[in-house]
């Protein structure tokens, strides 16, 4: 079983930073793309960052853009989210999920429930 | 920048209805569309991608399609479990971007 487990979310005063943990476990990170996604409370999804298979490359929204940076440790199979120069519009629920395989890496196939941000 | 509209908002309905939730492109795009359900306390779950493959394990009354601009999940019968939120989710390579509707709860 595939499973994805976050960590790291807080109370964070705007301008500060913070970094979230994803631990991935029935699936190498070698092997499949990663994405973060949020969720403001009472309001939709939103795509923040994907990390291809290889970990060669990185794409951003531009709302978080300059701020976050993703990466992650193979050594550990964890996924990573810097956050820095938080916001209040930042604070949200953040997923992280794993890509379905191959061309279809977009869409995410399994998902963590979650670790709750608030910047105040 | 794509924008991807869902519509109804909310869409109220009997169990056994079949249901259409849309969802629109604001310009031409590919068929690079998946949908998820989101119940409350739950992580999303993925149900279609590619515009109308199933993901493993999803019951054969969710299905896809696509004409045109337009994108719709189907509900062919509707179950107590379907209760919840859907997205719809677009991936336009380039410049890489990943865009969600606003979703629809179906009621």
């Known amino acids: 079983e595939v499973l994805l487990v976050e960590s790291g979310g807080r109370v964070v005063q705007p301008g500060g930073s913070l970094r979230l943990t994803c631990v991935v476990s029935g699936v190498s990170l070698e092997q499949y793309a990663v994405h973060w996604v949020r969720q403001v409370p009472g309001r939709g999804l939103e795509w923040i960052s994907l990390l291809s298979w290889d970990g060669g490359s990185t794409y951003y929204a531009d709302s978080v853009k300059g701020r976050f940076t993703i990466s992650r440790d193979t050594d550990n199979n964890s996924l990573f989210l810097q956050m820095d120069n938080l916001r209040a519009d930042d604070t949200a629920l953040y997923h992280c999920?794993?890509?379905?395989?191959?061309?279809?890496?977009?869409?995410?196939?399994?998902w963590g429930k979650g670790t709750p941000v608030t910047v105040s | 920048e794509i924008v991807m509209t869902q519509s109804p908002d909310t869409l109220s309905v009997s169990l056994g209805d079949r249901a259409s939730l849309s969802c629109r492109a604001s310009?031409?795009?590919?068929?690079?569309l998946a949908w998820y359900q989101h119940k409350p306390g739950q992580a999303p779950r993925l149900l279609i991608y590619a515009a109308s493959r199933r993901a493993p394990g999803v019951p054969d009354r969710f299905s896809g399609s696509l004409s045109g601009t337009d994108f719709t999940l189907t509900i062919s019968s509707l179950q107590s479990d379907d209760f919840a939120v859907y997205y719809c989710q677009h991936y336009n390579s380039w410049p890489p971007r990943i865009t969600f509707g606003g979703g629809t709860k179906v009621e």
């Open positions: 310009q031409t795009v590919t068929s690079d």
């Open positions: 999920a794993k890509a379905n395989g191959g061309i279809y890496y977009y869409s995410m196939d399994v």
